[in-house]
Structures are given as C-alpha cells and as structure tokens.
C-alpha cells in the first residue's frame, strides 16, 4: 500500500519533469519490505494478500509498462531506519561514515593552504578501522563548519570565508541526505557548478556566492524544491538562468546579480510566488523583462540596473 502511494506521487513529479525535458526513463522506488516488492511484481492472487484494496494493485501494472522500477534497499543503507527501528550500532553509523569519508574526500581534493589546512584540521579519519566504535568515534559533528541533527547526521556546512581554493566535483553530495543548509561563500572555488548538485534533495539555503564558478547553472538546481535561499552572485556564471527555475515554488530570496548569463529572463520566474528579494543586476541579461514578474505579489526587493534590458517595465511591477 505503501509502495503505490509513493508510486503516484513518484509518476505525477516524472510527468512534470518529462515535460522539462529533465527526465524519461522509469522511476527507481525504494522499499524495505522484500514482501510488497515480490507481491508487486507477481500478478498471481495470494491467500495472504486478499485482504488488500484493488486500487493498491495500481502499482503492478505501473511495473509491468516499466514506468516504475522496484529496488530492495537494505538496512544499513535505509537511514529512516534510524527514527522507527532498534538498530545495532555498526548499521546506525553507516551514514554517517558516508558523510566522514565524503567530507575528507573534498577536503583532499582541495587546494590547500596554511589557512585551510589549520581550518580544516579537525575534517579527518582518526583510524583506519571500520569497527562501530571507530565509526562513532570518527562523527563529524565536531568538526569545524559542520552541524548535525539528534542522529548525527550533517545538517549544515557553513566555510564562509575561510580561504578555500578548489572545485566542487569531489563534493559527494548524495552522501547528505538530511543537508539543509550549504554555505560556501566568499572563497575561491572555481569550475562549473556539479550536475548532482541536484542530489541534495532536503537542502534549504544554498550559499555559493563571490566564488570564481562557471559555465551554466546547472538545470538539476531546480530540483531543490525545497529551497527558501539562493545566492549564485558575483561569479562567472554564463548561458541562461534554467527555465525550470519556476519549479523552487517556496524560494524567498535569489541573489544572481555579477554574472555573465547574456540571456534573458525566463518566463517560469513568476511562479516564484514566495520571492521577496530578486536580484539580477549587472549580469548581462537581455531582452525585455516578462510581464511574469508582476505576478510576484511577495515581492520587496528588485534590482536589475546594468543589464541589456529593453522595453518598458510590466504595469503589474509599478507602485500602485
């Protein structure tokens, strides 16, 4: 029952990002229960299973057309184990252990310098064991920079400021899976911005601004459905603002401002209905701006001086 509810939620986002062009092939469900997965696949009648509505059979003809692919996911990587579940020490410290060995991966790939080599002391393995109680000990919550929930999972990795020098293609961001906030600003990182960038699916505030990144923003960003604060200013940013932006319905505050987009403004901005604060001045955007905006009625702030902007100003934005 359960597996068919997620499979409806799961085929209406599939539907949406099919028609973005973000995604085509079959939906990969997780479930813990081998049980439901054999049941799914196996049309045949069970004595067992005649208590069961009809309408939880949906999910067997949605595997058998291929739109929907079910996988066993086991304990040790089922981290929502954790909140329902007694679970022997070894299992609840494998996601966190993922985080450990992610973090000391982009921190080696990094750059370093005096600075950040003091800086990011505390960000190593203090053994090489794999035992649970190296796996305890080895917690990154003490780290510098790093923040975690009651299971000890990252919640937040705050470097602001901190001399980083380095690219974010190391950065193993589905090792996060309960992230909410990412602040990197004010550093020195370059390269593009990472496609599984998009993998960070809890993530809330995404700070990467005064950086040296480039290339185009990647369209998986859009994915973050979940995100109140984007801040891609003052970098190199080129190509096109991603016209699926409009899918970061709960996004309040977008700082995209020093850039090199020479593009224009897409049209889906103005399903931002929670936007308060959008800046996009000095970023070489082009064209005229879309009456969209005017349907931003949160919001506050609007900079877009020193673009390439043509036209008049949408009535909708004009002070009444």
Request: contains cysteine; proline residues 5%.
């Amino acid at each position: 029952m359960a597996i068919t509810d997620a499979a409806k939620e799961a085929i209406w986002i599939k539907g949406l990002l099919s028609e973005l062009n973000m995604l085509h092939k079959a939906v990969i469900l997780y479930s813990d229960s081998q049980s439901a997965i054999h049941l799914s696949k196996n049309p045949v009648f069970h004595e067992r299973s005649k208590h069961i509505q009809i309408k939880y059979h949906f999910i067997r003809d949605m595997v058998e057309r291929k739109e929907v692919k079910l996988e066993k996911v086991p304990t040790e990587l089922n981290p929502i184990d954790m909140g329902t579940k007694v679970l022997p020490l070894s299992s609840t410290c494998f996601a966190i252990s993922g985080e450990v060995e992610a973090l000391v991966k982009w921190k080696d790939s990094l750059d370093m310098n005096p600075t950040t080599h003091s800086l990011l002391r505390s960000w190593n393995l203090s053994s090489t064991s794999s035992t649970s109680h190296d796996l305890y000990n080895n917690t990154p919550c003490t780290w510098v920079g790093i923040a975690c929930n009651g299971f000890g999972s990252v919640i937040n990795i705050t470097l602001y400021s901190s001399n980083l020098k380095g690219t974010l293609h190391n950065f193993n961001f589905s090792s996060f899976p309960s992230l909410l906030e990412l602040s990197l600003y004010n550093n020195s990182l370059y390269g593009s911005i990472p496609m599984h960038i998009g993998n960070l699916s809890t993530l809330t505030s995404l700070d990467i601004g005064i950086n040296h990144l480039s290339g185009n923003i990647p369209s998986p960003i859009c994915l973050l459905t979940s995100l109140g604060f984007l801040d891609l200013a003052s970098n190199y940013l080129n190509g096109s603002i991603p016209p699926q932006i409009g899918l970061l319905v709960f996004l309040e505050v977008m700082y995209v401002y020093s850039n090199k987009f020479s593009s224009r403004i897409p049209v889906s901005i103005g399903n931002l209905s929670k936007l308060t604060d959008l800046e996009l001045s000095e970023s070489k955007v082009v064209g005229s701006i879309p009456n969209e905006i005017g349907q931003l009625k949160s919001l506050t702030t609007l900079y877009l001086y020193d673009n390439q902007l043509t036209g008049s100003i949408p009535w909708e934005t004009s002070p009444s």
